[in-house]
């Protein structure tokens, strides 16, 4: 609790962040109105009040003066509750009974008469600075009075959003499983969706055209009217339509030009995709390893940001004056707590203290603190994108025995997925971590630049800023390369157990040689996951709002009361989204897994008995492919 709030007004508080009065920790906030001046004499209240003082006071032969100046008892007390989460006791002025009972006439601890009113008034204009804007004291209560409702909304549907989540599991597997069946359903019914929509705005320019033939100044150009502000005034010109019409023309022919010229490639893309699915459901432990990568950079996290506290509290610990009149020349001087009280800080300005205001101190490791805290992040860097190299690996080589089995699913090994992931951190965790570190320099390069983008926004040099931006576009092209680079790597390692290097030159150059193939099925894959994503959060978002708004009949009245039913809704979209992104992250390094068997079964192999191919009949149908029959013994 604070001895005296008011001062907490003080612009003070804008500078050291806290308030310039007394800070007592009490194991209950008072719940009545008193001043030390009025109850001082009364036994009865003066054994419930002295509970608020320092520890150890005795008021005996002291002034009332000489006890508030020393700030030894709160000048009064004011009905508080806790504020949680900063363990401070803040005014509570809710009602009671409709009501709020108060002596309106106090003095203070200035020995000023003061109405109560003026606290009120006083938490309005106190300023506590938060992501960059300011709010007062009783904004941040009645955000707390938020936070407090959407607490009782997840403490009293929780078990409910679990088995919504649930839900979204199981669509999501269901999913991924129906895909063998539904994948090319589900992308021509987009393509010819596409068609139809472009084909009705070509319709629609033309009758707009026609519909402005012969109207005033319609005949005019563009060029003619100049540069306007109204855009409706575009829509008003024959040749606007025209325009529109000749764009959506050309966009149409492209399309349709793709579908017959790439209609091969297409089918190629959705038939592995429709292998993917046959992949996960023999291999279907895959799903659940996402809970393994998230476990590791859990602990990569937790790593990190102890190591950072450790780092930033491991110095000195500085203190600094605060004083309670704004006008004192020492507030905010570096000041030592054992010798402080024998200073003249005490009789230049009564009423201040020697408080704590951060680590700091002038030591050798404290000068490079900066530089050690850098290393803590390029090793976080590094070790986070380990744990998801090492999962792309162990996935990768789980999927490629599925593929390299010929006769499935006798070929197939017992338990793929763990005896990929003893090869991986047995013989690829060199290769795993070279591939890591690469990525890691580049992302901690690009979080450099973001830093020194921070710092330079107030500066007028506009080359500096070009320089940057420039930098920054292109260390993000990279990065995305490299992760481009470094996930097809991890591929040919699982399939062949080379080193990185010789694994990343093979796959780049094997994708090369069919990049149109490539650019197809990443398409093809994108828009497919992305559907489903949007399929699994929408139907389990869909349902859960008619649940928790109670308009399902029959199972109404099981729907928790709440104050916000957007809270557990969001959650449940949320989570339904996360969880499905998780199960369609292995399927993507499923598909791209596949799709470079694939390229390599090609390549490698002709059909013939001595080299037959390994993809399935549905492929090879494709591809007018087929396997020479093996010549009886």
């Not at 070790?383 to 996935?395: H, K, Y």
């Not at 390692?493 to 090369?512: E, H, V, W």
């Not at 109404?556 to 949320?574: D, F, G, H, K, Q």
């Not at 192999?605 to 149908?621: R, T």
């Amino acid at each position: 609790m604070y001895f005296n709030i008011l001062r907490c007004a003080s612009p003070v508080v804008l500078i050291n962040l806290q308030c310039p009065t007394t800070q007592l920790c009490v194991s209950k906030c008072p719940d009545t109105f008193a001043t030390y001046r009025e109850i001082r004499s009364n036994k009865s209240y003066w054994d419930y009040y002295k509970q608020f003082c320092k520890p150890g006071f005795n008021r005996d032969g002291k002034s009332v003066a000489e006890v508030l100046s020393n700030e030894d008892c709160p000048s009064m007390l004011i009905p508080s509750r806790p504020f949680h989460n900063v363990s401070r006791g803040f005014p509570d002025f809710s009602t009671r009974n409709g009501v709020l009972m108060v002596q309106i006439k106090i003095k203070d601890g200035d020995d000023q008469m003061r109405n109560v009113t003026d606290l009120r008034e006083a938490a309005n204009h106190v300023r506590v600075i938060q992501h960059g804007t300011k709010s007062g004291i009783n904004n941040v209560l009645d955000a707390r009075s938020v936070g407090m409702k959407i607490f009782e909304d997840f403490a009293s549907s929780w078990y409910w959003i679990l088995i919504a989540l649930f839900i979204a599991m199981v669509v999501s597997l269901l999913f991924l499983i129906l895909l063998r069946f539904t994948a090319g359903v589900f992308f021509w019914i987009f393509i010819f969706g596409v068609i139809g929509v472009v084909g009705y705005g070509i319709w629609r320019c033309f009758y707009e055209y026609y519909s402005l033939k012969g109207v005033p100044g319609a005949n005019l150009t563009i060029y003619d009217i100049g540069l306007q502000t109204d855009f409706r005034v575009y829509l008003e010109l024959q040749q606007t339509w025209l325009v529109f019409m000749i764009i959506l023309c050309i966009v149409e022919v492209i399309i349709i030009l793709m579908l017959i010229f790439l209609r091969n490639r297409i089918r190629i893309a959705i038939a592995l995709l429709k292998e993917g699915s046959r992949a996960i459901g023999y291999v279907m432990s895959s799903l659940f390893y996402p809970i393994i990568t998230f476990l590791l950079i859990a602990i990569c996290i937790s790593y990190w940001a102890v190591t950072a506290v450790f780092m930033a509290t491991s110095g000195e610990a500085v203190y600094k004056v605060m004083g309670n009149k704004t006008f004192c020349n020492y507030t905010g001087s570096t000041c030592i707590p054992e010798t402080f009280n024998t200073t003249n800080i005490i009789k230049t300005c009564p009423g201040t203290k020697c408080t704590f205001a951060f680590y700091g101190g002038e030591s050798f490791y404290y000068q490079y603190i900066l530089i050690f805290q850098l290393s803590n992040l390029f090793v976080f860097l590094w070790l986070v994108n380990f744990s998801i190299a090492l999962g792309q690996c162990t996935l990768a080589g789980a999927f490629a025995s599925y593929y390299w089995a010929f006769k499935k699913p006798a070929d197939i090994p017992a338990c793929p997925l763990f005896s990929s992931f003893g090869r991986a951190v047995r013989y690829h965790t060199g290769s795993l971590a070279l591939g890591s570190l690469i990525l890691a320099l580049v992302q901690f390069i690009r979080i450099v630049l973001e830093y020194l983008d921070h710092k330079l926004k107030a500066a007028q040099n506009s080359f500096a800023k070009f320089l940057l931006c420039c930098l920054k576009c292109c260390f993000w092209c990279l990065e995305k390369f490299i992760k481009f680079i470094n996930r097809n790597a991890y591929i040919m390692i699982a399939i062949y157990g080379k080193n990185f290097c010789t694994s990343a030159r093979d796959a780049f150059f094997l994708l090369m040689r069919n990049i149109v193939r490539v650019a197809v099925l990443d398409k093809v894959t994108d828009f497919l996951l992305f559907l489903g994503k949007l399929l699994v959060a929408g139907s389990v978002g869909v349902l859960a709002f008619f649940f928790f708004s109670r308009r399902i009949p029959g199972i109404s009245s099981e729907a928790p009361n709440l104050n916000y039913y957007w809270v557990p809704l969001l959650t449940v979209i949320v989570g339904s989204y996360l969880i499905a992104h998780g199960f369609f992250s292995v399927y993507a390094m499923c598909v791209d897994t596949l799709f470079l068997c694939f390229l390599e079964d090609l390549e490698r192999h002709d059909g013939s008995a001595e080299k037959p191919f390994y993809m399935n009949k549905s492929l090879m149908k494709i591809l007018n492919k087929h396997n020479t029959p093996v010549p009886a013994q």
